[in-house]
């Protein structure tokens, strides 16, 4: 992590997280990666407002946090997220008046824009049923590892409602084309595993009993990277969807100089130099 950092710079802008006590999922840290286990397995791992709003605030809390370089998101037993629960949200839903609803869908979108906002990456695992806004978390996170046996539906419109929800109109056409995207949008359809990674939704295709395996082998790869340039990837891939080509070019010029500046750089070019495999720092 940074060295010869001021401490009272340090004090206001970095934590750790590794002994952060979760009250509505599980969380871990090890080597470097975080990990949420969505822990309602009974129930297929359906968010709440309480689990919306701490998952909201932890991401938040992540893009300060030096002890954890990436995510990694599950859900328990069988299945990732079934959506929002149906008797602890949607039906309260339906007896609350204009402000409060907009309060819900707000902090709801909120919660995409933490994900993609904290510099780590997010690493998906996905089984089972993926649906709703277990769907969107899956979308939402930076790569995906799935089965062939999940299901994937954003089923916004089965349920009477539009499908451009927490960001998925303008983020899923960006993962699997406008037109696929159209499709898994307006009719709420299941999108199976293998069709999720032929169209490019998933990263990876395991078995069931890989799943968790697969997913943290490849957040462990990450984590054992160039930390701090990895942050920088993720935020021009976001902040580029805005920005015209020439725009885009200058901005990563800019990003590209600064990471020209780490140690990091330093160590993979002497690395390379010595016929040695760099190790990272994340400085």
Known sequence: MTQNLDPALREAN????????????????????????????????????????????????????????????????ENFCSGGDVHDIIGPLIALPAPELLMFTRMTGDLVKAMRACPQPIVAAVDGVCAGAGAILAMASDLRVGTARSATAFLFTRVGLAGCDMGACAILPRIIGQGRASELLYTGRAMPGDEAYAWGFFNQLTEPEQLLDAAGKLAHRLADGPTFAQGITKTMLHQEWSMTVDQ????????????????????????????????????
């Open 248 to 283: 885009a070019i200058e901005a990563e010029a800019q990003a590209q100089a600064l990471c020209m500046l780490t140690e990091d750089f330093k160590r993979a070019y002497h690395a390379f130099r010595d016929k040695q495999r760099p190790k990272f720092e994340g400085n």
């Open 14 to 77: 970095r934590t750790t997280l590794a002994d952060y006590q979760s009250i509505h999922f599980q969380w871990d840290v090890h080597e470097g990666v975080g990990t949420i286990m969505l822990d309602r397995p009974d129930r297929k791992n359906p968010l709440t407002f309480d689990s919306y709003a701490e998952l909201r605030d932890l991401f938040r809390r992540l893009a300060y946090a030096e002890d954890v370089a990436v995510i990694v998101l599950y859900g328990a037993g």
